[in-house]
């Protein structure tokens, strides 16, 4: 696309929706989209042209009929290409999203043979790593029936120790080298929180969730260096797909001064929402409260990330009653209730916001009982987050409005999980499991997010299955439940202007409207128009931050 | 003093000087001043009126002959007042100026008995304090000849935990129940690097250097309200003294982020040169290296600090030979040649400037054999600074010079330490001590600090106690070891230009040529022609960085 210095005096500027006050010297036009936003009340707006000032601020939308702005500086013939705003993630890992995309990557795995040619591989590949970290594999996709085991990556690297985490991320598994480096035994005890998988007393190499550290602390740290590589990977990566914006969760002193290093050298392209790993990094973070909103709204601190249990596929998720697959567990239980609500208390006294993972319904049903006690002191107008709310009992579901509560959903998940899910809960208990319309219908609030780098960060892949709950696949045909699926506006709410609100970002980014920082993408496809199948594989053209093009089909990045 | 808006134009503009391309839309002009500073080859320079632009940098230096600027915005009268360069602490400890401010004052007590009635008077303002925390005692000071006991604290507080700080931080003194709360015993050894000291067996409350830990972490840690009130409260100090530039000696991440705090919300009037506190810090605050310039230039970590040693007062100052009086003491030695070697190559392999506090001639000797080392590698430009290079062999001298170090020194220690040296050292070690001369005369750098809170950060007592070496009451007539005293431009220089190189902030601030930012003081005396005991008493009267005025004489402080 082509820049063209405006140079003769066009005709008089169309000055409906003007922000006043907005410098005039040099503003862009970009002319001849066919634009889509969505305002503050969800409601769609249609546009053909944008201007946005000198700070990459939207200062007007202009539709067909109206004259141009006879005063800009640049102008940029879209030629008829969609735009929409930026995507908004509400829940994701961005250095976790740079480190997997540098490190082993078994995600696409069919097979335990597949998995362990692509370790061979890797190996040889970085013979000179003293680890080989890796991530991504599920054994259910594999139809292993069973966890893989240390033997099995001996097969291929013994002399290495190797350790590579579960797609979820709450499962590790390692090879003999890593569990003799880490003293591990028959007689090594389950930590609180975990559990080591065993085979007649012997250690099989998983460690599941708080586990995973008996063998994770002893992997050397990456560098300052690598942090920041893995975040520029991340940042390349998320802009290719569209993502704009990411409420980041479990963001780490070291991860935020990754994000600091970046905005303090103008690299921090990409919009951060941080929820800090734990209240101590909330307050070393944070100090006596939320951060500023920094380098023109690209990254603020808002609150703290806690976790109540682990995931279901590892059957960490904590339910009321047992698994439907293991009649003897019903996951795990990461906090007291007495604890829970100190760190709660904390946090919101100095108006640090809540973002409490909760998978299981228990573990939902513990953070909304909670809530129930925290709107006492605080009220409701906190934006407590629940992070997915995966599994809710049906009669907790109303409780998420009552209190105020945001649905931090994740809509690739439900078809990732679905067999799964079925397997581990029975047929009784899906009736609240991924239930994206009885939240939206209860006058709850949803955001949603990808999870990446546990699923693709892809937002379009997200938004097909919002509207479809089929997979790639088109499977199951009309989808899973299909009593949930959403219509295509809310589910562009909820990765755009949703999900700018439940991080505190309203009216900052998360629409086109003018005020708001001129987050957008172009695209071939009318997103109001298309059929789901074809959202599925929108990939943008074009996507600006802030009035800057900060990456285009093509390039790998570019300003 | 008015600011007066310049309404009729002005005579034809002296252009001499003039930085090109400076924005001539909000120019300030600050006429009739009796301005001096120094260039960057430590001449000095007179001027009648300096020119800043919007940005804070100064463009013009004008003469009394040269016509005045006609495109000015501002143009303020100083009346004829003398302008000098604001002065930079090349050594202090800012977050503990502010927690000295905020914590019982011993430093003024002449006797034990006075201390007494201040921790009581204290304990009864404070009666709600859950800990009570002072320091600035020093035995010495009080002529008591012997430390003093826990139990002379607790004739005044026994109902709450007392630690106090002595005036060198390098030992604390406890009350009964401060030690019940740390569990300290007869039977609790003294930790590496430090000592209780014991009378029968007995610890008597008086913990040497790493042993203060021993109660000190028993401590609870400020919360960051209460550090950014610290940082406040510092830089309230510091500017009203005309300190506008500090080298921070020692920053742990959370005065890093209090630092940051003040940043991002607009409030960091003070720069700081910063030195974390150890290799950990360092990594954890600067990750790759050091962070750029921040905040206009207010904001830099540059490297590490390290401690190869204690101090005189406490007999932690590590010698070559025994004390003079303590013939079985050689103080402390805090590291092994190959830690400190494996730490400064650590920092200089990724540009980190270090940092060395070295007291003790033999201290001073270990740092200079690892400088050896160290420019073998890294070359002799890496402004390797030693801190406080109290006593030096006489033959090590020559050294620093060779090794392109600077000699990071404190003039108001010596007249502190004076007769306390002449006993710890005897007469035959002094030549080679607090020798400022010498050090310039080697061809060695030469910056100087105060060591806030040890000392006063009072710059003008630096520089007159530099040109006499005489205490505040003349003593010793004639100055202490005279031959070792500088000029008023050198010490003027110390405390400016050299100090703003020995930090890598040469060309950003510490002259008021051209093209730095315009950091000034206004003052009542001609600091070219005033007798040192003059020097000594200088208020400044109005304290400026960037052209922002942020403190007068009158007002605790002003924007």
Same mark, same amino acid.
């Given at each position: 696309m082509r820049e063209i210095l405006i140079k003769a005096p066009l005709a008089l500027a169309a000055l409906t929706m003007a922000v006043s006050g907005a410098p005039a010297h040099a503003d862009t036009l970009i002319d001849n989209v066919n634009g889509i936003t969505l305002d503050r009340e969800g409601e769609l707006i249609r546009f053909t042209g944008l201007v946005f000032d000198d700070d990459g601020t939207v200062t007007q939308l202009l539709e067909r009929r109206d004259d141009r702005p006879k005063d800009v500086d640049y102008k940029l013939d879209a030629k008829g290409k969609t735009m929409i705003p930026g995507m908004i993630d509400a829940h994701g890992h961005i250095m976790g999203i740079g480190f997997q995309a540098l490190t082993l990557d078994l995600s696409q795995t069919t097979s335990l043979e597949e998995a362990q040619a692509a370790i061979a591989d890797y190996a040889e590949r970085f013979s000179n790593r003293p680890w080989i970290i890796g991530r991504g594999w599920n054994q259910e996709k594999w139809g292993l029936g069973r966890f893989p085991t240390a033997e099995e990556i001996d097969a291929v690297v013994s002399d290495r120790p190797v350790l590579l985490g579960r797609v979820d991320g709450h499962a590790a598994w390692a090879n003999s080298k890593a569990m003799e480096i880490a003293s591990i035994t028959g007689k090594t005890p389950d930590p609180e929180g975990g559990r080591i998988e065993r085979a007649n007393g012997k250690p099989t190499g998983i460690f599941i969730d708080s586990a995973e550290e008996l063998v994770g602390r002893f992997v050397p740290p990456p560098r300052p260096v690598d942090r920041d590589l893995a975040f520029e990977k991340a940042q390349? @990566?998320?802009?290719?797909?569209?993502? %704009?914006?990411?409420?980041?969760?479990?963001? %780490?002193?070291?991860?935020?001064?990754?994000?600091?290093?970046?905005?303090?050298?103008?690299?921090?392209?990409?919009?951060?929402?941080?929820? *800090?790993?734990? @209240?101590?990094?909330? @307050?070393?973070?944070?100090?006596?409260?939320?951060?500023?909103?920094?380098?023109?709204?690209? +990254?603020?601190? &808002?609150?703290?990330?806690?976790? +109540?249990?682990?995931?279901?596929?590892?059957?960490?998720?904590?339910?009321?009653?047992?698994?439907?697959? *293991?009649?003897? =567990?019903?996951?795990?239980?990461? +906090?007291?209730?007495?604890?829970?609500?100190?760190?709660? $208390?904390?946090?919101?006294?100095?108006?640090?916001?809540?973002?409490?993972?909760?998978?299981?319904?228990?573990?939902?049903?513990?953070?909304?009982?909670?809530? *129930?006690?925290?709107?006492?002191?605080?009220?409701?107008?906190?934006?407590?987050? @629940?992070?997915?709310?995966?599994?809710?009992?049906? %009669?907790?579901?109303?409780? +998420? /409005?009552?209190?105020? /509560?945001? /649905?931090?959903?994740?809509?690739?998940?439900? %078809? $990732?999980?679905?067999?799964?899910? =079925?397997?581990?809960?029975?047929?009784?208990?899906?009736?609240?499991?991924?239930?994206?319309?009885?939240?939206?219908? $209860?006058?709850?609030?949803?955001?949603?997010? $990808?999870?990446?780098?546990?699923?693709?960060? &892809?937002?379009?892949?997200g938004i097909s299955v919002a509207m479809t709950r089929e997979d790639a696949n088109g499977e199951p045909f009309g989808g899973w439940q299909p009593s949930e699926r959403i219509s295509r506006e809310q589910a562009l709410a909820a990765f755009t202007i949703d999900a700018a609100w439940a991080g505190y970002a309203e009216g900052r980014f998360g629409s086109l409207t003018p005020g708001h920082r001129a987050d957008f993408l172009l695209i071939d496809e009318d997103i109001t128009l298309a059929p789901p199948s074809l959202i599925r594989s929108i990939q943008p053209s074009e996507t600006w931050i802030g009035g800057e093009r900060v990456w285009q089909s093509g390039n790998s990045s570019e300003e």
């Open positions: 390349e @990566i998320l802009l290719a797909q569209g993502v %704009t914006a990411m409420a980041d969760m479990g963001t %780490t002193m070291e991860d935020w001064q990754s994000y600091r290093r970046a905005g303090d050298r103008g690299a921090l392209k990409l919009r951060i929402m941080s929820y *800090a790993a734990g @209240i101590d990094a909330m @307050i070393a973070i944070g100090g006596p409260g939320p951060t500023p909103w920094l380098y023109d709204d690209r +990254l603020r601190l &808002n609150g703290v990330k806690l976790y +109540l249990d682990g995931a279901l596929g590892s059957r960490g998720a904590w339910l009321k009653q047992p698994y439907a697959d *293991a009649p003897n =567990e019903k996951g795990l239980q990461f +906090l007291e209730d007495t604890q829970l609500l100190n760190m709660m $208390s904390r946090a919101s006294m100095d108006d640090f916001q809540l973002a409490v993972h909760a998978i299981g319904d228990r573990a939902n049903q513990q953070v909304l009982d909670g809530l *129930a006690e925290m709107i006492e002191t605080f009220g409701k107008d906190r934006r407590w987050r @629940i992070e997915h709310a995966q599994i809710l009992d049906t %009669t907790d579901l109303p409780r +998420l /409005a009552e209190y105020g /509560a945001i /649905a931090s959903m994740q809509p690739v998940h439900q %078809t $990732s999980d679905r067999t799964m899910a =079925e397997r581990r809960l029975g047929p009784d208990r899906l009736k609240g499991a991924y239930a994206w319309r009885s939240v939206l219908e $209860s006058g709850a609030k949803l955001a949603f997010g $990808s999870d990446a780098p546990v699923e693709s960060a &892809n937002p379009f892949i």
